[in-house]
């Protein structure tokens, strides 16, 4: 039994913004060589959102930052901190997290981009919570912002497919009794770092003629290696962070996983002995996400009404990088 500690950050308010316009995996049949019928039964998804031309990853954030502050009922100058998490930021500098701080009136925010990938919310959530136990911030803001409709490479079926665009928020605030962070596990794996990248557009291999016409600027992906690897890695790093508050995967009620691949999110749930309806799913609707996407689901696994008072709620997400880990929160 968790006993509950006044001390504690705990999350005040969540909030998430995808584009209007939706791809669906018909509209993909007309453009490449797949079918509705692949994608479906191969990775779960159905849809996903697509950002307007002129929308960029800090059009997304505000956009979820706005709600999740409405949610928490707080002045914007409360926040502390703000943690951008996004593989394709507005710009190489300044950080998308300064930009949004703008766009929201964060105006007492230390403000600064996290690179974890698809695992950047939850390495984000992690970091402020770690910054905020040290230092006299008392309110901080994550957000996952992801625009994968111009990182993908729209030729490749082997990667356009499963991603799509969005951008979710968290607020967490220190003092709070329930919704508590009570546990965390976190690892990286460079060797790994070769499986799923952008290979130019940085100091590697800057942008010319050669690498736009080679395609080097969009997502490579050795895709079974790295399903392997996600789903070994997530279920590891949820018992890992769970036996550090001597809970073990029964006391589960709601696992969040990163929401890449319908599959690998059932071997997961085989793996931890979970029921199915233990696992909040929502990539049908908008494909990977990346750092998006454990902010989206959480935030509809509230409003669905799927969490209550008391639960043991699990975040667990993969990414490049390597990266992974896993967040125990009691609700
Ligand atoms: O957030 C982290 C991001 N990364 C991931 O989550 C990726 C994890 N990996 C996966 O989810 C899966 O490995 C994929 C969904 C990417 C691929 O599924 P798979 O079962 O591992 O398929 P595969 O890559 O082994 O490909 C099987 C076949 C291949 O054809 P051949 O070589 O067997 O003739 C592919 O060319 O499926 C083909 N294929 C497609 N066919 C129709 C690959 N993509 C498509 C497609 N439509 N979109």
Redesign the pocket.
């Given at each position: 039994m968790i006993k509950e500690n006044s001390n504690k950050i705990g999350i005040i308010g969540t909030g998430f913004y995808v584009p209007e316009k939706i791809l669906t995996n018909f509209d993909l049949e007309k453009k490449?060589?797949?079918?509705d019928e692949?994608?479906k039964t191969?990775?779960g998804i159905e849809e996903r959102r697509i950002a307007d031309e002129k929308e960029a990853a800090s059009d997304l954030a505000a956009k979820a930052g706005a709600k999740a502050l409405k949610d928490a009922d707080i002045n914007p100058k409360e926040i502390d901190l703000l943690i951008i998490a996004t593989h394709f930021p507005d710009h190489y500098f300044p950080s998308t997290a300064c930009i949004t701080q703008h766009k929201l009136g964060l105006e007492n925010a230390v403000c600064f981009d996290l690179s974890a990938?698809?695992s950047g919310s939850i390495y984000s959530l992690f970091v402020a919570e770690s910054i905020m136990k040290n230092s006299n911030y008392n309110t901080a803001m994550i957000i996952g912002t992801e625009i994968f409709s111009r990182t993908v490479d729209w030729k490749d079926?082997?990667?356009c497919?499963?991603f799509g665009d969005g951008a979710g928020a968290i607020i967490i605030k220190k003092g709070q009794k329930g919704k508590n962070i009570i546990s965390f596990d976190f690892g990286s794996d460079g060797s790994g770092s070769d499986l799923?990248k952008i290979p130019a557009g940085g100091s590697r291999l800057p942008a010319t003629k050669k690498t736009i016409k080679q395609r080097q600027h969009y997502i490579k992906?050795e895709?079974?290696k790295?399903?392997k690897f996600?789903t070994k890695r997530m279920v590891e790093s949820v018992i890992k962070a769970l036996n550090k508050v001597d809970l073990t995967r029964k006391d589960i009620d709601l696992l969040i996983p990163?929401q890449?691949?319908l599959?690998?999110l059932k071997a997961v749930a085989k793996k931890l002995h979970l029921p199915i309806k233990k696992i909040m799913i929502n990539l049908e609707k908008y494909g990977?996400t990346?750092a998006a996407s454990i902010p989206i689901a959480l935030d509809e696994a509230i409003t669905q009404g799927k969490i209550k008072k008391g639960d043991i709620v699990v975040l667990t997400a993969?990414?490049?990088g390597l990266t992974w880990g896993a967040i125990v929160i009691c609700w």
């Amino acid at each position: 039994m968790i006993k509950e500690n006044s001390n504690k950050i705990g999350i005040i308010g969540t909030g998430f913004y995808v584009p209007e316009k939706i791809l669906t995996n018909f509209d993909l049949e007309k453009k490449l060589n797949t079918t509705d019928e692949w994608i479906k039964t191969r990775t779960g998804i159905e849809e996903r959102r697509i950002a307007d031309e002129k929308e960029a990853a800090s059009d997304l954030a505000a956009k979820a930052g706005a709600k999740a502050l409405k949610d928490a009922d707080i002045n914007p100058k409360e926040i502390d901190l703000l943690i951008i998490a996004t593989h394709f930021p507005d710009h190489y500098f300044p950080s998308t997290a300064c930009i949004t701080q703008h766009k929201l009136g964060l105006e007492n925010a230390v403000c600064f981009d996290l690179s974890a990938a698809c695992s950047g919310s939850i390495y984000s959530l992690f970091v402020a919570e770690s910054i905020m136990k040290n230092s006299n911030y008392n309110t901080a803001m994550i957000i996952g912002t992801e625009i994968f409709s111009r990182t993908v490479d729209w030729k490749d079926r082997n990667t356009c497919v499963l991603f799509g665009d969005g951008a979710g928020a968290i607020i967490i605030k220190k003092g709070q009794k329930g919704k508590n962070i009570i546990s965390f596990d976190f690892g990286s794996d460079g060797s790994g770092s070769d499986l799923l990248k952008i290979p130019a557009g940085g100091s590697r291999l800057p942008a010319t003629k050669k690498t736009i016409k080679q395609r080097q600027h969009y997502i490579k992906m050795e895709g079974r290696k790295v399903y392997k690897f996600a789903t070994k890695r997530m279920v590891e790093s949820v018992i890992k962070a769970l036996n550090k508050v001597d809970l073990t995967r029964k006391d589960i009620d709601l696992l969040i996983p990163h929401q890449a691949n319908l599959r690998i999110l059932k071997a997961v749930a085989k793996k931890l002995h979970l029921p199915i309806k233990k696992i909040m799913i929502n990539l049908e609707k908008y494909g990977n996400t990346s750092a998006a996407s454990i902010p989206i689901a959480l935030d509809e696994a509230i409003t669905q009404g799927k969490i209550k008072k008391g639960d043991i709620v699990v975040l667990t997400a993969f990414g490049a990088g390597l990266t992974w880990g896993a967040i125990v929160i009691c609700w």
